[in-house]
């Protein structure tokens, strides 16, 4: 079987837990920022875990064993 390779990007955009959850960060922080409320910014930059439809293939090219 061939050597799995990992995606570069996949492994910046998203990290996993001890427990092996995947997070991955918020939309909407990129730009804009001065029009948007202090607290709508703070929540932005929290993680939030991957729905469960996305995981498997997040996964698989993560090459992750979980």
Known sequence: MP???IS???KKRFKTTGSG???RKRTGHSHHLEKKKSIK????LRYKEVSKEDEKKVRKILGSRR
């Open 21 to 23: 959850k995947i997070m």
């Open 41 to 44: 910014k703070v929540k932005q």
């Open 3 to 5: 050597k799995l390779k």
């Open 8 to 10: 570069k990007t996949a």
